[in-house]
T-cell receptor
Framework: DAGITQSPRHKVTETGTPVTLRCHQT?????MYWYRQDPGHGLRLIHYSYGVKDTDKGEVSDGYSVSRSKTEDFLLTLESATSSQTSVYFC????????????FGNGTRLTVT | AQSVSQHNHHVILSEAASLELGCNYSYGGTVNLFWYVQYPGQHLQLLLK??????LVKGIKGFEAEFIKSKFSFNLRKPSVQWSDTAEYFCAVNARQGAQKLVFGQGTRLTINP
């Protein structure tokens, strides 16, 4: 398995609190992605990064921000969590070689009460 | 923008039955196609991928998929399923350029009865 670690694995938080999820990779891959998984929606892209300090929005980016200050870490922040952000969050990485597949982390289950 | 549609939300089969899961995509350019599997409580794992060449691709665990360009389809097949194939299956597509953001279908939950 690709060297991807997501932390925390589970988190319960209250509405209105800030939350940061971390994705750490040991593969030195250029591309990193944050997806959320919800029943009936599959996985939807939140944000992605194509290099240090280079990020862009995905299809469901509202309410989320990201940062990538070094190659190995990609942080996802919910500035003020809402119940609609209760989900399972997956980080994925991809090397710079064209057409290389994505490899996924184990996910973070976030519950916003 | 790309979109992916998986027609079957939940499929229930008996062991040894044949499987075909439908996937259609919408995109005007050249794409890469993937099937991922997610076993209960686990992360997504790559089953197979198509980039170019032979439209019939073989993946792990006896799965295969056929790319039919004229139908914008990439259906997943397995001749004889096992109880251990119980999982959720996702079709995905990305454009063959740039950040190659992967767009997923809604997923198909497969239940195999012993």
């Amino acid at each position: 398995d690709a060297g991807i670690t997501q932390s925390p694995r589970h988190k319960v938080t209250e509405t209105g609190t800030p939350v940061t999820l971390r994705c750490h990779q040991t593969e030195n891959h250029r591309y990193m992605y944050w997806y959320r998984q919800d029943p009936g929606h599959g996985l939807r892209l939140i944000h992605y990064s194509y290099g240090v300090k280079d990020t862009d929005k995905g299809e469901v980016s509202d309410g989320y921000s990201v940062s990538r200050s070094k190659t190995e870490d990609f942080l996802l922040t919910l500035e003020s969590a809402t119940s609609s952000q209760t989900s399972v969050y997956f980080c994925a990485i991809r090397g710079g070689v064209l057409n290389s597949p994505l490899h996924f982390g184990n996910g973070t289950r976030l519950t916003v009460t | 923008a790309q979109s992916v549609s998986q027609h079957n939300h939940h499929v229930i089969l008996s062991e040894a039955a044949s499987l075909e899961l439908g996937c259609n995509y919408s995109y005007g350019g050249t794409v890469n196609l993937f099937w991922y599997v997610q076993y209960p409580g686990q992360h997504l794992q790559l089953l197979l991928k198509y980039f170019s060449g032979d439209p019939l691709v073989k993946g792990i665990k006896g799965f295969e998929a056929e790319f039919i360009k004229s139908k914008f389809s990439f259906n997943l097949r397995k001749p004889s399923v096992q109880w251990s194939d119980t999982a959720e299956y996702f079709c995905a597509v990305n454009a063959r350029q740039g950040a190659q953001k992967l767009v997923f279908g809604q997923g198909t939950r497969l239940t195999i009865n012993p």
